[in-house]
């Protein structure tokens, strides 16, 4: 029994120690930041820390790029591999082509090391090997595309053996740290951004609905009596001249061979006496009103004899869209029977639309102010700026009638093909300027409860959810009135996705090799 038991603790004692060589835990803590000199680009730091289990990490910054680099302690003459993410800033995906240099450096002499590829796509792995002990500076040198970016962590110490690296300081986790890996972020729709002061505004927020332009609109009607049969569809594009309908007429007043030969006999004769009476007026043998009423009718039996030719076709006559646009309106069904002059369709062009909005009498005294708008489509969510559509406002006079309640706002605007008259929107209308505001993005906010939050990045894969306070927003930007603090970085795409991840509750293994 004493020989079991003895075992038992041998193979406990193995296993702990398994346990402490396990990859490092992504559960950074703040640890301490360093401001960072700048060589090729400007960067600063956001951590750099022990984990715990002899791995440290840096994250800093330049305007394209973030380095966000895992090693071991430096120990005189071990060899020591660089984790380096590094990821492009404007979509947050991983750069997959450049070299990457590392030194380590001390009065202006030291050691480096340089990989001309990533190991895997985001991720270069150049190695140290020290040959003494003491501080340096650590220098990370970034080529791609032609341009040069250096980061630099100063103060970095290398230990002089494995015993001295064993006993140093362990800085520990502060506050409650999620951790979301930069594959995973890579793999996603994820963005950071820092905030600063910007110009916002004071919003009104109503409701709007597209209409056409009085003189997008036009209607087509019949010429003759008869029956409709209709060649389009409601909503069909059309360009002009595009067949809408032909009318079948009936009756022999309505006989179309009838009606051209009528307008042509009408017609020739107008042209005869047209013709007759311009050298009787050039010798003033003909009052001038007498040759203008005589003028006048040519044109008029000209026009209406081209037009009767230009429709008459076998099954009737044919009506025809005036304008390109689509079909707004069919008042008649196909094979109805209607009157000279009955309108048979509506042909509305997409280009000019006007956005009819109403505000609370209450907001009166702003409505002068309003001098730009979002618009945002129900359903998907797409937000439209006023200027990206060569929108203005047309009328924003804080007068109503005594039976109106609401103020009308108009704006005009060409169409970028989203807008169809008749479709309600989310307004927001943008009056009364504020210098400096800070403001995130729409979608970086995450409600839970009736709370606000944002999610902050303290470290590479380090984040905070942070309550905030909002304000005014535009469809777009949100104003935060409390939680935030210039130079904070946010999540301003995939904070859903930081969320899912702090609601999984245990922080997961690294997902890469050091």
Request: hydrophobic share 40%; charged share 20%; glycine share 8%.
């Amino acid at each position: 029994m004493q020989t079991i038991n003895f075992l038992l603790i041998i193979v406990a004692v193995l296993l702990m120690a398994s346990c402490n060589r396990q990859p490092a835990s992504h559960g950074h803590g703040h640890g301490h930041g360093h401001t960072h000199d700048v060589i090729g680009g400007h960067t600063h730091g956001e951590d750099g820390h022990d984990h715990g289990d002899g791995m440290f990490s840096q994250t800093l910054f330049s305007e394209d790029y973030e380095l966000f680099v895992e090693f071991p302690a430096l120990v005189v003459g071990q060899i020591s591999e660089f984790a380096a993410h590094i990821t492009q800033l404007r979509d947050h995906k991983p750069l997959s082509e450049g070299s990457l240099t590392v030194s380590l450096i001390r009065d202006g002499r030291g050691i480096r090391h340089r990989v001309d590829s990533a190991a895997t796509p985001g991720i270069f792995k150049p190695a140290l090997q020290p040959t003494e002990a003491g501080t340096f500076l650590l220098l990370f040198e970034l080529v791609s595309e032609g341009r040069t970016v250096s980061f630099r962590v100063p103060d970095i110490v290398v230990f002089a053996d494995a015993h001295d690296a064993a006993h140093a300081t362990v800085e520990q986790p502060h506050g409650e740290t999620i951790s979301f890996l930069k594959e995973q972020a890579w793999r996603s729709d994820f963005l950071t951004q820092v905030i600063q002061p910007m110009p916002f505004y004071s919003i009104i927020r109503t409701s709007g609905r597209v209409k056409s332009q009085p003189q997008a609109q036009l209607s087509v009607s019949a010429q003759v009596q008869g029956a409709v049969n209709l060649m389009v569809v409601l909503g069909e594009n059309v360009n002009r001249g595009d067949l809408i309908a032909v009318i079948s007429p009936t009756g022999i007043e309505n006989n179309t061979s009838l009606l051209l030969n009528e307008s042509k006999i009408a017609y020739e004769r107008s042209r005869a006496d047209y013709e007759r009476s311009k050298p009787l007026a050039s010798r003033q043998m003909l009052s001038q009103r007498e040759f203008l009423e005589i003028q006048q009718r040519f044109l008029q039996d000209s026009l209406r004899f081209n037009q009767i030719a230009r429709l008459v076709s076998q099954q009737g006559l044919r009506v025809v869209a005036p304008i390109s646009g689509f079909v707004s309106s069919i008042p008649v069904a196909n094979g109805q029977f209607v009157e000279s002059g009955a309108t048979i369709a509506s042909v509305t062009n997409r280009a000019p639309v006007v956005i009819e909005t109403f505000v609370n009498k209450s907001d009166f005294r702003r409505v002068g102010g309003i001098f730009d708008a979002n618009f945002r489509i129900p359903g998907d969510g797409a937000t439209i700026n006023l200027r990206e559509i060569n929108g203005r406002v047309t009328s924003n006079n804080a007068f109503v009638n005594e039976q109106a309640t609401r103020i009308p706002v108009v704006f005009s605007a060409q169409n970028n093909g989203e807008l169809m008259p008749g479709m309600f929107l989310e307004a927001f209308l943008k009056t009364g300027k504020k210098e400096q505001a800070l403001v995130v993005p729409l979608t970086a906010i995450v409600e839970e409860q009736g709370l606000h939050f944002v999610f902050i990045q303290t470290g590479g894969e380090s984040f905070e959810r942070r309550q905030v306070q909002i304000a005014d927003s535009d469809g777009r930007l949100v104003e935060i009135l409390s939680g935030l603090n210039p130079g904070d970085r946010v999540v301003s795409r995939g904070s859903q996705l930081v969320r899912l991840a702090a609601k999984a509750g245990a922080l997961p293994l690294h997902g890469h090799t050091h």
